[in-house]
Nanobody
Framework: QVQLVESGGASVQAGGSTRLSCVAL????????MGWFRQAPGTERQGVAG????????VYADSAKGRFSISADNAKNAVTLQMNSLKPEDAGIYYC???????????????????WGQGTQVTVTS
């Protein structure tokens, strides 16, 4: 059974940086694409960044462009999200997601993913 394991959640001051990591366990097949989503209290889960594992093509939410960077480790079936210049509105639970098989059109939509991690908390203090 595939399991996505996230790590790296932290409490960070505004303007600071942190890195989130996610690894897919329980499968020897490489994911087609993986992504990160953020969910703040009382809001829907929103796409932050996505990446195709083969080729490395990426997509970012407008709020993440220029500050966040997603990268993939093909050999480990893992992704990281480097987050810089953090703002209070970046806070929330960050979820890793992955998809095997069918390729979707929009990597920032939750419906494009079949597998999800448990989430890791990012707090940004001003």
């Amino acid at each position: 059974q595939v399991q996505l394991v996230e790590s790296g959640g932290a409490s960070v001051q505004a303007g600071g940086s942190t890195r989130l990591s996610c690894v897919a366990l329980g499968t020897r097949y490489r994911a087609i694409y993986m992504g990160w989503f953020r969910q703040a209290p009382g809001t829907e889960r929103q796409g932050v960044a996505g990446i195709y594992i083969d080729g490395g093509s990426t997509v970012y939410a407008d709020s993440a462009k220029g500050r966040f960077s997603i990268s993939a480790d093909n050999a480990k079936n893992a992704v990281t999200l480097q987050m810089n210049s953090l703002k209070p509105e970046d806070a929330g639970i960050y979820y890793c997601a992955a998809q095997w098989g069918v390729v979707a059109g929009d990597l920032l939509l939750p419906a494009s993913y079949s597998h999800w991690g448990q989430g890791t908390q990012v707090t940004v203090t001003s």
